[in-house]
Structures are given as C-alpha cells and as structure tokens.
C-alpha cells in the first residue's frame, strides 16, 4: 500500500472542509496477480460522498483524474 498526498491539493481541500482529513492522504493499492500488475485506490469522489458538502466535489475529481493518470502512465 502507498499513500500519496500533495500537500498544496490537501491544504486547499482541508480550508473547504476539515472532514476531508478522514480520507488524506489518499491510499493506493499496489499488487501482482497472476504475473500481472494491478494498482487501485478508492476514488476521492466517492470518499467525500460522505462529507456532504458540494465545495469540495470539483476538487476530488480534479485530484482523481490526476491520480488515473499517474496510475496509467506508471503501467504504460
């Protein structure tokens, strides 16, 4: 398991709702399977799903679509 943060990420989403910190840093699963790779994390806009709070949705998706493609270059 890795934990990934970006701190300047974390602080703006913390400054919107500190209940975010629950989720941070984000997790990230890294696992073999049948001589295959396999990388997942759960998605930062279905975490703060739980918070309720719409000023922090843009922000989790803008930092999960930043993940995804980190994901996917690191198995290209």
């Known amino acids: 398991m890795l934990e990934v943060c ?5 602080k703006k989403v913390l ?3 500190v209940m975010v910190g629950y989720f941070l ?3 990230m ?5 049948d001589n295959k790779t396999k990388i997942g994390m ?4 279905r ?7 719409e000023s922090v949705k843009d ?5 999960e679509e930043r993940l995804i493609i980190s994901i996917n270059n690191s198995i290209s």
């Open 6 to 10: 970006n701190p300047k990420e974390a």
């Open 15 to 17: 400054e919107k709702n």
């Open 25 to 27: 840093p984000c997790k």
């Open 29 to 33: 699963v890294v696992d073999e399977q």
């Open 42 to 45: 759960p998605k930062p806009t």
């Open 47 to 53: 975490l703060v799903e739980m918070v309720e709070d």
């Open 59 to 63: 922000l989790a998706k803008d930092i």
